[in-house]
């Protein structure tokens, strides 16, 4: 597998698949997510899916990229959403 590279610097010093995480005053935390709702007018059932967030960070010049790791399930309960 070839090494990955930064797309800003070059380098192949790469972190990947890195969890985001929010803490609370409390010190408890969780991984941020992406949600999409399938029927965002509910008041309540919004029948949301999430997925968490994940980064891939350069350890030369710090450059960040997201991704989910499964964008296919999103992006189904997306278009439905828009089609109805």
Do not use: H
């Given at each position: ?19 985001i995480r929010d803490r609370y ?23 949301a899916h999430r997925e968490a967030l994940r980064a891939t960070v ?27």
């Open positions: 597998m070839a090494a990955m590279k930064c797309g800003r610097c070059g380098s192949e010093k790469i972190m990947t698949d890195l969890r005053d409390a010190g408890v935390g969780q991984d941020l997510e992406v949600e999409v709702q399938a029927n965002p007018d509910a008041l309540i059932f919004k029948q350069c350890g030369e010049c710090g450059n960040v990229g997201l991704s989910v790791e499964n964008p296919q399930a999103l992006w189904k309960i997306y278009i439905q959403e828009e089609n109805s």
